[in-house]
T-cell receptor
């Protein structure tokens, strides 16, 4: 089955700096890659997703890049703000409903 | 509010108890899921229902028993659990199976004593 690895497990950044989270996946058939954000005590919520027919997608301060050859994808958050502090999960899916999640990255934005 | 509601929010149960977790969605979705979230581990998919039919049982022990009476409701029946089953249990729904956004409930924090 699919194995998704996510790094780093924790990330502390100064407000205004950028944050980058990287994920690798094992199943070359995977073609859907969503990112979820889970604030403390709240439910995971989708923040951005990318499909295998594109290499990059951007939505305001967040962007995701995909390298299918290397089987890795990354989340980039620019100009970080305190409200960006949360746990971020990457996931991968190969033509079915089974989302395989990474272990999560706890992001802390220091004021 | 994403439209997926889970009850109870917190549950403490003994190893010999029987309890049930409930999930309800009014988003008109056809697929519903149970996930287990343990500290420092990936979200683990447990069960998938599509149009009320179970389509996935991800090698979950039989002490967890799901039930989906209709497309809007999903239950997880618990009996003779172990302390290592303590975790946050998240329900999610999506329009259908495939590349659609999963909407999560707020979860039930389960503690087995």
């Amino acid at each position: 089955g699919e194995n998704v690895e996510q790094h780093p497990s924790t990330l502390s950044v100064q407000e205004g700096d950028s944050a980058v989270i990287k994920c690798t996946y094992s199943d070359s058939a995977s073609n859907y890659f969503p990112w979820y954000k889970q604030e403390l005590g709240k439910r995971p919520q989708l923040i951005i997703d990318i499909r295998s027919n594109v290499g990059e997608k951007k939505d305001q301060r967040i962007a995701v890049t995909l390298n299918k050859t290397a089987k890795h994808f990354s989340l980039h958050i620019t100009e970080t703000q305190p409200e960006d502090s949360a746990v971020y999960f990457c996931a991968a899916s190969a033509n079915d409903y089974k989302l395989s999640f990474g272990a999560g990255t706890t992001v802390t934005v220091r004021a | 509010e994403t439209g997926v509601t889970q009850t109870p929010r917190h549950l403490v149960m003994g190893m010999t108890n029987k309890k049930s977790l409930k999930c309800e969605q009014h988003l008109g979705h056809n697929a519903m899921y149970w996930y287990k979230q343990s500290a420092k581990k990936p979200l683990e998919l447990m069960f998938v229902y599509n149009f009320k039919e179970q389509t996935e049982n991800n090698s979950v022990p039989s002490r967890f028993s799901p039930e989906c009476p209709n497309s809007s409701h999903l239950f997880l029946h618990l009996h003779t659990l172990q302390p290592e089953d303590s975790a946050l249990y998240l329900c999610a729904s999506s329009q259908d199976t495939g590349w659609t956004e999963a909407f999560f409930g707020q979860g039930t924090r389960l503690t087995v004593v």
